[in-house]
C-alpha cells in the first residue's frame, strides 16, 4: 500500500466551483505539503503544515485554502476554481526526526478546470 | 527570483553512456541539496541527496558532486539506462525550511 494517497487521481470541474483534494498518509510523518507542477515551472510550493495546528503559506498561496484534520490528513481546496489553477497536483510529507528534510511524495492529482 | 536552477530543460543521452544533470543555486545559505525522479503519472520519488559538508555522495550508479564556491552541483549516472528516462529535479534546503525546487530537466536515455 502507498504511504501518500491522493484523492481524487483525476478531476475536471468548471469554473466557479469548489473543489477539495484530499491527503492521506500512513508514515507517522509530521509536515506535509501541497505543491503544483505546470509544465516548465517545476514544483511550486501552495501550503506546508509542520503539525495539526500549524498552517504557512508558501510561493503561491493564494486561489487555495487547507485544513490539517489529523496528522495524517491534509487537504487542499479551491474556494472558486479558475482556468489557470489546472495542473498536476502533488501532495508531500516529511519527518523532523531525520534532520534532513527529505519529502515523500503522493501520486498526484491532475486537475482540469473548465 | 529562481533560487535554485536546472538550465537544461532536457538532455538526450544513449545507453551505457554517462548522464550529466546540471544544478545552480543562488543562496549560499543553502546547506542540503537532494535529486528527485519522476515518471510520467507518478509523484517525484527521492533519490540521492548530499549536504553541504560534502563534496560527493555516491549510491550506485547515481553521483552528485557538490562544489560550493561555484554554488553548483551535478548529478552523475553511469552508465544511464532506459530505465532512467525521467524527469530530474534539484531540490535545496536551508536549516529548517521547506524544499526549494527547480523547474527539472528531462533525461532520455535511448537503447
Known amino acids: 500500500d502507498a504511504d501518500v494517497t491522493q484523492t481524487p487521481r483525476n478531476r475536471i470541474t468548471k469554473t466557479g466551483k469548489r473543489i477539495m483534494l484530499e491527503c492521506s498518509q500512513t508514515k507517522g510523518h509530521d509536515r506535509m505539503y501541497w505543491y503544483r507542477q505546470d509544465p516548465g515551472l517545476g514544483l511550486r510550493l501552495i501550503y506546508y503544515s509542520f503539525d495539526v495546528k500549524d498552517i504557512n503559506k508558501g510561493e503561491i498561496s493564494d486561489g487555495y485554502s487547507v485544513s490539517r484534520q489529523a496528522q495524517a490528513k491534509f487537504s487542499l481546496s479551491l474556494e472558486s476554481a479558475i482556468p489557470n489553477q489546472t495542473a498536476l497536483y502533488f501532495c508531500?510529507?516529511?519527518?523532523?526526526?531525520?534532520?534532513?528534510?527529505?519529502?515523500?511524495f503522493g501520486p498526484g492529482t491532475r486537475l482540469l478546470v473548465l | 527570483d529562481q533560487q535554485v536552477k536546472q538550465n537544461s530543460p532536457s538532455l538526450s543521452v544513449q545507453e551505457g553512456r554517462i548522464s550529466i544533470l546540471n544544478c545552480d543555486y543562488t543562496n549560499s545559505m543553502f546547506d542540503y541539496f537532494l535529486w528527485y525522479k519522476k515518471y510520467p503519472a507518478e509523484g517525484p520519488t527521492f533519490l540521492i541527496s548530499?549536504?553541504?559538508?560534502?563534496d560527493k555522495n555516491e549510491d550506485g550508479r547515481f553521483t552528485v558532486f557538490l562544489n560550493k564556491s561555484a554554488k553548483h552541483l551535478s548529478l552523475h549516472i553511469v552508465p544511464s539506462q532506459p530505465g532512467d528516462s525521467a524527469v530530474y529535479f534539484c531540490?535545496?534546503?536551508?536549516?529548517?525550511?521547506?524544499?526549494?525546487f527547480g523547474k527539472g530537466t528531462m533525461l532520455l536515455v535511448s537503447p
Open positions: 508531500a510529507t516529511s519527518s523532523t526526526v531525520n534532520l534532513q528534510e527529505t519529502q515523500y
Open positions: 531540490a535545496a534546503v536551508s536549516g529548517y525550511s521547506t524544499l526549494t
Open positions: 548530499i549536504s553541504s559538508i560534502k
